[in-house]
């Protein structure tokens, strides 16, 4: 029993562990959403010569003027963006050979007024579940490594199970939070940083991926704090059973001493009271012993009357 409760620690230890990482990991990243924008193509320089616009003038002759046909989408760039809690980062075009590089702005800016009290919201509950998942962790640890007392273990394993429980409903909730405000963002957040297109990056799966194995630790510290306390009160149950049956059984001993006790001294009685010949008689009756003793009274009466008489 102590080693299965042993791996069920482990097993609650490893998923918590693996929860604050994946939360951890995500809320510090940008690849929550990531997708393309739409944005009109920059003006060609000596250094740019793709993806963007000439509207300059010839070089060897001034009175030429470059027109450009361009109409429509080829008018645009597609830049590639990603979006975290924290900021909103998008290639930066404008820079010369600016592949690679990107501009950042905070999405907590980005986000319309309406909308910024949630997206705070959703920032304090990833902070708390954040939180929460080192607590369970810490309680987890200290019941695997330091709880020689099982009831002390049972105290901290009831306690880890709550808190892990708690941080991944705030989790939950902050996960959706965000994804409410992003998805408001998108429709009324600013013309420049409007997505194209967009769907959910990486980190987005690693924070849900964390309260997965948040909820799958609280359910395994659970799991094993119940089947201890059933283990208990099975065996508490044999316990109570031995004890009623060794009780029945020294009940049962001391009627049949009690029982041959009580014939030893029947046996003894016939000795006392011995029938003709040496053999032992039956004891004697009672009624007839105070018939003999009322005669005796009367006679020691009249006795006395008589000498009372004689005496005047």
């Not at 995500?26 to 009109?40: H, K, L, M, N, S």
Request: proline share 4%; hydrophobic share 35%; net charge negative.
């Amino acid at each position: 029993m102590k080693t299965t409760r042993k791996c069920r620690a482990l097993l609650s230890v490893g998923l918590n562990l693996v929860a604050l990482l994946f939360s951890t990991t995500a809320f510090i990243t940008t690849y929550w959403c990531e997708g393309t924008q739409r944005v009109p193509k920059p003006n060609c320089s000596a250094q740019r010569r793709h993806n963007c616009i000439d509207y300059g003038v010839n070089e060897t002759d001034q009175s030429k003027v470059h027109y450009s046909w361009e109409t429509g989408d080829d008018r645009f760039l597609f830049r590639r963006f990603h979006t975290g809690i924290w900021y909103s980062c998008e290639e930066n075009i404008h820079e010369a050979g600016g592949c690679g590089s990107e501009k950042c702005r905070s999405f907590i800016d980005l986000a319309p007024a309406s909308e910024r009290g949630v997206l705070w919201l959703s920032v304090v509950s990833e902070v708390l579940y954040i939180l929460l998942l080192v607590v369970g962790f810490s309680l987890m640890c200290l019941e695997l490594f330091h709880s020689s007392n099982v009831i002390d273990g049972l105290k901290l394993n009831a306690f880890a199970a709550v808190f892990t429980v708690l941080s991944g409903l705030l989790g939950m909730v902050a996960h959706m939070m965000y994804t409410q405000v992003f998805q408001i963002t998108v429709s009324l957040g600013p013309e420049d940083w409007r997505p194209h297109s967009w769907d959910y990056g990486w980190s987005f799966c690693m924070a849900w991926g964390s309260f997965t194995c948040c909820m799958a630790a609280s359910v395994t510290t659970l799991n094993s704090y119940t089947k201890t306390v059933i283990e208990f009160r099975h065996k508490r149950k044999l316990f109570e059973q031995g004890l009623r049956e060794e009780q029945n059984f020294l009940d049962q001993e001391a009627f049949h001493y009690f029982r041959e006790r009580s014939l030893q001294s029947i046996s003894g009685t016939l000795d006392i009271y011995p029938g003709p010949g040496g053999i032992p008689g039956p004891p004697p009756d009672p009624v007839v012993g105070r018939s003999k003793m009322r005669t005796a009274s009367v006679d020691l009466g009249e006795n006395t009357d008589s000498l009372g008489e004689e005496q005047c």
